[in-house]
Antibody
């Protein structure tokens, strides 16, 4: 069964770079046609898609975050990562990693989610 | 960029009642790319529906989806205790994935 687990610092200082890793188990991150995404949720608020990486390395970013976001993939470790630069308090959120597809749907849905990790931006 | 607006913000209903949740798009979209998710407190979102009206694997048939163009609906025919949660619609288009702001279904 596919499982995703986010990891990284829970506290980041303003103006620094937030870095998170998602470790995938129960399946290969480089399997053909797989898309892997990052989504965040500020406390008490809704979901915001951050970006997605295709197994081949192609990336797609939310236009509102594009200038600060980098998503990469490490097939040797079965991981993909998120970097968000120049963070402010408004970047405080639970960050989820997810795999597109699953549940019967295709790449246009997010069928597998990690449990999420809270990242707080504060000095 | 398509904006999804969900209504109402909160729906207060009793067990066994019917819940009707709305998702309105700022422009017409393909129903093939409209999905719904359920999120319970402290949990990750779970895929409920895709293609506007297809239930994801393991989703009970009291959940149904409909709609086309700019107006989409998620219906829960008879609310069970485990259905009280927040529901989000989501759209894919032009290599962008967009969520609505959510509707909370709470116990009346």
């Amino acid at each position: 069964q596919l499982q995703l687990q986010e990891s990284g610092p829970g506290l980041v200082k303003p103006s620094e770079t937030l870095s998170l890793t998602c470790t995938v188990s129960g399946g290969s991150i480089s399997s053909t046609y797989n898309y892997w995404g990052w989504i965040r949720q500020p406390p008490g608020k809704g979901l915001e898609w951050i970006g997605t990486i295709y197994y081949s390395g192609s990336t797609y970013y939310n236009p509102s975050l594009r200038s600060r976001v980098t998503i990469s993939i490490d097939t040797s470790k079965n991981q993909f990562s998120l970097k968000l630069s120049s963070v402010t308090a408004t970047d405080t959120a639970v960050y989820y990693c997810a795999r597109h597809g699953g549940g019967g749907g295709s790449y246009f849905v997010l069928g597998y989610w990690g449990q999420g990790t809270l990242v707080t931006v504060s000095s | 960029e398509i904006v999804l607006t969900q209504s109402p913000g909160t729906l207060s209903l009793s067990l066994g009642e019917r819940a009707t949740l709305s998702c309105r798009a700022s422009q017409s979209l393909s129903s093939s790319y409209l999905a719904w998710y359920q999120q319970k407190p402290g949990q990750s979102p779970r895929l409920l529906m895709y293609g506007a009206s297809s239930r994801a694997t393991g989703i009970p048939d009291r959940f149904s989806g409909s709609g086309s163009g700019t107006d989409f609906t998620l219906t829960i025919s008879r609310l069970e205790p485990e259905d009280f949660a927040v529901y989000y619609c989501q759209h894919y288009g032009s290599s962008l994935w967009t969520f609505g702001q959510g509707t909370k279904v709470e116990i009346k």
